[in-house]
């Protein structure tokens, strides 16, 4: 396996260079190695880590280099930087240096020499002896730039001032990543998950069903995905309303129009849940006949639904005391290692906070807010995306079945 | 066709409830006639419509009733109103009439009782000559509610007061509608433009091309359903590096991986571009040969990339003074008949300006602020998705696909 | 008063040209009289209203019907548009006219003449008979510019299709509007509906309190301003937290550094208040002394803490049976006259599924879409404020102690 | 000083616990000194760290151990847990150890046992040698509970898996903090950047005019505390239309209500300015006499207008070429010290591409996503403050203003 020797050096551990430096070996398939570690004493006092990476090849190895180059990680020894002419106006050569926005120095016969105005993605051109930042529009050709990794230097961000009234937080939120990418991950993991013996714990907002998803989760549950549920009355209602009359808040879900009289459907299917006496009831009487309620009482899922005060009704499944409704929410957690958050605020945070730190936690919402709210209440683990909930749970749906069933496998 | 008399009565114009009654019978299918109208001369006198509903069967006849009873349009000659007894504590009988939160009266033995305690979502009980909301909830066996629509007069909403400060605004945006068939309803209308002879402008971010919808776009315009493109450098910058190098901002798009240097690579690909010449001539010497601005040149497709401030390099094909790119903007919209805005604010804005109202507007976005943008700057015929774009994209590359190439239709 | 005659043509009912002309009309403080009016009897026929408007002074009569005519009102009778050369390059005459993106004629030489290229925001220029709108960059000197508003006639929007799929929405919410306008708007509701001798009900979550603005509306209640209070544990807690430990959440309100222990003091006041038995006692006992629920106490002011399964502790005044919880607000409502809901989405949208439609409500939230739930769930009469409702909550304190406490008045 | 003695242990760098517990010693005022470190040489071998902190008295030495024991750092020796019986049903003892979601372990009788189920914001009960997290309110009069934070172990996090797909991201963002903190600190940054003999850009977009700050940032720059600002043609174009007409967007900021024609106010505002040639000789004419612009040009205050497709007009100063725009901005930048960014994701995320890292960045918007937007372009050193950006700007002029006009001092 190729290898590397970087230095790092600063208030590294406070900037979070070190961490990030680390992270971003790992999440290339590289290995490292610390071979010295000096850390300051005190606050004032600088640091510095060598490390040794490995990589699978060449190419992964180069990846790390110049990601981890961005916080400061350089290669020990280094010749000078190798120059290219530009070979039109305002066109780089090829491989030519991409800057960052941190002080950066360029070895240029055997001397470093600092690199004038720092600005992020120019190039380095130099010219009698001095360096300096050039946005591609303003090469000139014939000019003299740097290409290539070698001889380039940058340094570690400074130590940010202790952050008093600003919080210090890490989060893990995107909508800007590649949605199917985000769909296959969670996919993994929750296979993963049920892999391990451990039992996925989906918590649901009603959006799930008007927005149209609900037959994706109830296929999920057939399938034996998903083991414990928590949800609210509107999600339950919401469900078994449109296994009824094919509408959710009064709208037919395959046709986007008002049903007759469609406003009072989801009352009139709590009304008929009421008459019957409970969910599992109205399966077994045939009542309900499809939908996500209905494939949680067949397989046994586990399901709590705790009350809250815009409730209608509510359906006589609905634990109106929240207290109550938490307790039995605490009892289903024994078993779960993964627990999938979808569209639901009140929900997310209310089982966060029942959940140990060690319970991987993905919350999917069209709001960033959501996630920020599980972590400003200590659920740091939870990992955010930020998409249409109703789209990525059929699209989640999808890639589950692909390998069939769970119980099959 | 069953039809049926109704009036309504009071501020019927400037509350909206006359044309919220017009639009529901249209949206059932149902047709109307006008038979009398008396229009409140000032301020303060009230208005009266006597409308004729036809419905093309009696359920869509009550589904219309139903809906617009909610705006205080009633039957204008009405029965008693038919009363059952609760079967069960908490159970209303079926059929029960479903309250909303204006002031309402049932007629009783001939007589009109006004109900007590406005509430929506109750069902109405009758006892010792008093009617009044209830909720299932408090609802005991063998009282007496009422069921049907039958004997209810609802009155229209108040009219608002002149609203100074806060603004009058229609606009059409929602999160909560089921996004299978918001993707159907802009696949029928892409279809129609062009069935009508129209072209189709696509406004496009790089989000699109960075959450993994640039295949999709590129078939679709393949596939001949965009006919002109306004864009900016980020758009054509991503998916020209996710041609050459199969990356978005330096993240391999089919893995969700930063490449080796990916974060260089979006300036290596507008360098690549600056070097051969333009975004055509590298379709021509084959450097260029996939992704959505491949396509759109070798379908003969209009583009517009027009510069901002935020650009890195630009490409050579991007319009930097931001006055000429309005003109080019301009030069493509005279057969444009719908505009279909992704994942920009900026460029939805800036055509929305140019366009006129006749223009059919679409606008998908996860953030419903852009919709509200769009329409406070005047584009008020936009319509809003609020999803995520690169997912919808794809469905709609799908959705348009099975009917094949429009070209060969 | 001047007045004016103006003609409104087309799908004026169902396009909403009538009831927005009719409110622009009163916005202005103008009156309007309905002079003739033909309604079209079924969904093809045109309609067309004769309106005479009348305003304090000219430059209100002028303000309304620059207004109205970008709803296709035009002056019945017209005179020749007036024309002016351009000055310079690049600049209109003064008093040109400003285009809409509808439609639109002029009248040049006692005929009507269409303007080319429909688009808003430009100027008229009249050329060898032929008119099209002009962008400001791009007309010439001396080229001849329609200024004023006679000759001009703007066509009515089209009808609408049937909507279908997207749905019709009427709401009233904006982040783009002076801020302190809106709390003065919001302050003279309050003024109104005490005035009239109806309560104001508060309707908060947490953010208040550890946003910074518990003390404001700790004030507001002292001066007698708010009447009742729904809200949950959350907000009782961070008040008596604040009170207790001047923290919230853990943090110094006043200093926004973290506490001692500063995390835990939420469970630490929570379990104050349930050693000492209810919010009441501690405030006779002297151990609550100061904040929201002290002043709510001293005031006779009533609440409702409705219970969530978020909810640590809770205190013990929560109703945690949420039927229980919900039929406690009931009882509170008879007399509200206003409701103004701050930060909460949960309590926000309960409250509006038990108000009356005649009960005004303003929702102030930093987040648009918990207005757009609240009407979506039929709470239509909700206008919202998108601020930072500590921000807010702050200012209005400040504008309603002005003119001092309501019951010295 | 008091002090104490710390190890830490466990995978501590890739999981941010010692950056965190470092960062949080320092912003309680205390200090450090790292006596042992001990780092994993690889991925899979554990780190160790044994840290003396000191602070200036027992409270903020409390506090710092009990902040940082949630990350795992425990006192190195400890006596047995203090255990007091709960005073009453529901009700722990004063005191009461307040638990994390990490596994914990309670030291009795010398031994260290583990707490059974893990759940934040539990007390631990003590029962027949076994410790379990018990919630508030099942906790038994009697029962006996840990009080104090002696006695205690927490472990460190785990490390989190190779990130992947999921970014690894710290930002700084926050809408729930004490907003009048907020204003206080960055009023303070302001004013060491000054003090520093730095510059600071404010970065602006329209909604400070219309949202009805313009006044306040005009005063900024009348006492000097603005040194550059970079805008587009909107926000000159408002504050001009505000400063000649009163109106924003053509409502009276004053009133709030539509001015007499006042949508065309804006068009007008850049129609005069062009006619007179630019904003300096506007303010030299005596055209223009108030506004930010107004003061800029007065104080001598350089500024950048740069640009944008969906400009009207523009305005005679505005730099319709983006590559020209970006190269004014450059020029600017030598001695800017801090950057404020207020209401504009274009502006902001263009001079987050130019800024060297070093330069302080705080970005004010309704809106998390531009912060996030910055940051994941690169401006790492980006703070947001979630809030509305016109009443945030008012009260940061007003606390700048309590000590006088910058100039003065």
Redo the contacts between chains.
């Keep these: 396996m190729p290898s590397e020797l970087v230095e790092l050096k600063g208030h590294i551990?406070?900037s979070?260079s070190?961490?990030?430096v680390?992270?971003?070996i790992?999440?290339?398939g590289g290995?490292?190695?610390?071979?010295e570690?000096t850390?300051?004493?005190?606050?004032d006092d600088q640091s510095r880590?060598l490390i040794r990476i490995q990589a699978p090849n060449d190419?992964?190895l180069?990846?790390v280099l110049?990601?981890i180059e961005?916080e400061g990680a350089n290669r020990l020894e280094q010749q000078d930087a190798e120059l290219v002419p530009a070979?039109?106006d305002?066109?780089?050569p090829?491989h030519?240096y991409?800057t960052?926005?941190?002080?950066t120095s360029v070895k240029v016969s055997g001397k470093w020499i600092p690199v004038d105005?720092?600005?992020?993605?120019c190039g380095i051109v130099i010219e009698n002896g001095q360096a300096r930042t050039t946005?591609?529009?303003?090469v000139r050709a014939g000019q003299m730039v740097v290409v290539g990794?070698d001889g380039i230097k940058v340094e570690t961000?400074?130590r940010?001032e202790?952050?008093?009234?600003?919080?210090?937080?890490?989060?893990?939120?995107?909508?800007?990543?590649?949605?199917?990418?985000?769909v296959?991950?969670v996919a993994r993991q929750i296979r993963d998950t049920k892999k391990a013996g451990k039992k996925v714990l989906l918590v649901g907002g009603p959006?799930i069903v008007?927005?149209?998803a609900g037959e994706a989760v109830a296929r999920m549950i057939r399938d034996g995905w998903i083991d414990v549920i928590f949800a609210g009355n509107a999600l339950a209602t919401h469900d078994i309303e449109s296994a009824l009359y094919g509408t959710?808040?009064g709208?037919y879900?395959?046709?986007?129009?008002?049903?007759?009289?469609?406003?009072?459907n989801h009352?009139?299917a709590?009304?008929e849940i009421?008459?019957v006496g409970s969910i599992a009831e109205a399966v077994k009487q045939g009542v309900l006949t499809k939908g996500i309620m209905y494939e949680a009482v067949k397989a046994g899922v586990s399901y709590v639904l705790?009350?809250?005060?815009?409730?209608?009704?509510?359906l006589p499944d609905v634990i109106?005391?929240?207290?109550e409704?938490?307790?039995a929410?605490?009892a289903q957690l024994s078993e779960v290692g993964m627990a999938l958050m979808v569209a639901t605020?009140?929900?997310s945070?209310?089982t966060g906070?029942?959940?140990?730190?060690?319970v991987e936690v993905v919350c999917v919402d069209?709001?960033?807010?959501v996630v920020?709210k599980l972590a400003?209440r200590?659920?740091?683990?939870a990992?955010g995306v930020?998409?249409?909930a109703?789209?990525?749970m059929?699209?989640l749906a999808d890639e589950l079945k692909e390998a069939g069933p769970w119980r099959a496998s």
Aim: aromatic content about 4%; hydrophobic content about 40%.
């Design positions: 551990i406070d979070l070190l961490p990030r680390l992270d971003s790992l999440a290339q290995e490292f190695e610390i071979l570690m850390v300051g004493k005190t606050r880590a190419d992964k180069n990846a110049a990601y961005q070979p039109k305002g066109v780089f090829e030519f991409c960052t926005n941190l002080p105005r720092v600005e992020m993605d946005p591609m529009n303003d990794h961000p400074e940010r202790s952050v008093g009234t600003f919080e210090f937080m890490t989060s893990t939120v995107s909508s800007e990543k590649p949605k199917a990418l985000m296959a991950e959006a008007h927005a149209g959710a808040l709208v879900i395959e046709e986007g129009k008002p049903a007759p009289h469609g406003h009072e009352l009139r709590i009304n009421r008459r705790a009350g809250s005060i815009r409730d209608d009704g509510p109106t005391d929240v207290m409704a938490q307790d929410m605490r605020t009140l929900h945070v209310a906070n029942l959940l140990p730190a060690s069209i709001n960033t807010a920020t400003d200590g659920t740091h683990q990992v930020v998409t249409d109703a789209l990525f059929s699209e």
